[in-house]
């Protein structure tokens, strides 16, 4: 059946309308923002979400991702400040915050930043020595966000973030290095080993000095502890035979002979018990034994003659040694036991 002319127009207007309505209706995804031009020129931003506009009068300029951004800095070499040449690469974080900035005030812009961080490595590195560009990486750091930084604020751009992943010397140079760090340890170790062997030997000395006044406070102790006990012992001593004179000047003589005799007896007793003799010689007189024992007696007849009311017997004498007599038998050391 053959198509009307009014279905073909009507068909065409649908037609015309779906194609109007899509190309009037935008979805942009999350952490991304369009630009829109009219005529070429920009006019607005467009969200994340449903955003219309008008067909074949507006139409998307750039797509732009407000998400941060990671780029890689390609290596290059740098000549540093004490005429060392290293060869560096690094990473940059940045952000879109106006997207309208970043599309319209540079053209593009990833490789605008590179450019840009790669010029201010070589002015920032190279104005440093070799030791203090190997020491001070946070330095560094900070200081290249901070002018990357300034350098991008009028497009639009927020850097977040520079890090110098990677510092490179000659090889001849790292053996230098490694060499010089060997030599600072070794003078290091030297130093410490020094310091603590002279720590050792002033404690060593402290410990000899103590142990020399502790041990002089002692003997004067000990010295001043013997003085006092032979004080305390020539003081019983006196005060014994204090006593025993008051006692012999009080008493008689007799009592003496007693306590004489009776040592004399004990000291016989223990030689003779001896286990190791066999042949005993005595270095007195039998006499003085018979002397002994007899004053012991005598000693006892005074003593009862006192209770019965009797004078008490005067010992007998004996005759003075004849010194051109024989000497007893068994010779001048007694008889034999």
């Known amino acids: 059946m053959p198509?009307?002319?009014?279905a073909i127009v009507v068909l065409a207007i649908l037609v015309l309308a779906i194609l109007v309505i899509f190309m009037g209706v935008k979805s942009v995804p999350q952490g991304r923002e369009w630009t829109v031009e009219r005529f070429g020129?920009?006019?607005?931003?467009?969200?994340?979400?449903?955003?219309?506009?008008?067909?074949?009068?507006?139409?998307?300029?750039?797509?732009?991702?407000?998400?941060?951004?990671?780029l890689e800095v390609p290596q290059q070499e740098i000549i540093t400040k004490d005429n060392a040449m290293v060869t560096v690469d690094g990473v940059i974080f940045y952000q879109v915050l106006d997207a309208?900035?970043?599309?319209?005030?540079?053209?593009n812009l990833e490789t605008a930043i590179i450019n840009l961080t790669m010029t201010n490595i070589r002015t920032v590195m190279g104005s440093m020595d070799l030791d203090e560009l190997l020491s001070n990486r946070d330095q560094i750091n900070a200081r290249l966000m901070k002018v990357v930084d300034d350098a991008t604020?009028?497009?639009?751009?927020?850097v977040t973030r520079i890090e110098i992943r990677d510092i490179t010397p000659p090889r001849d140079l790292v053996d230098s290095m490694a060499r010089q760090m060997k030599a600072e340890r070794d003078r290091r170790a030297t130093i410490l080993e020094a310091e603590g062997t002279r720590q050792a030997q002033i404690l060593r000395a402290e410990g000899l000095k103590q142990a020399a006044i502790l041990e002089a406070e002692g003997r004067r102790e000990a010295a001043f502890r013997d003085a006092e006990a032979r004080e305390r012992s020539a003081e019983a001593e006196a005060k014994a035979?204090?006593?025993?004179?008051?006692?012999?000047?009080?008493?008689?003589?007799?009592?003496i002979n007693y306590f004489v005799a009776t040592k004399y007896v004990d000291a016989l007793k223990a030689v003779a018990a001896a286990p190791n003799q066999k042949v005993l010689f005595m270095p007195l007189e039998a006499s003085s034994v018979i002397g002994a024992i007899g004053g012991i007696s005598e000693i006892a007849r005074e003593a009862f003659g006192r209770d019965?009311?009797?004078?008490?017997?005067?010992?007998?004498?004996?005759p003075p040694a004849d010194p051109a007599a024989p000497a007893p038998e068994g010779g001048p050391w007694g008889p034999k036991a």
Do not use: C
């Open 241 to 255: 035979t204090t006593a025993v004179s008051e006692a012999i000047a009080s008493g008689s003589v007799q009592a």
């Open 3 to 6: 198509i009307s002319p009014f």
């Open 41 to 70: 020129r920009y006019t607005r931003t467009l969200r994340p979400g449903l955003n219309l506009i008008v067909p074949f009068v507006d139409q998307i300029g750039a797509k732009l991702s407000m998400m941060e951004t990671v």
């Open 100 to 107: 309208a900035k970043a599309a319209y005030e540079v053209g």
């Open 153 to 158: 604020e009028p497009w639009g751009v927020k």
């Open 308 to 318: 019965g009311g009797a004078p008490p017997a005067v010992p007998p004498r004996r």
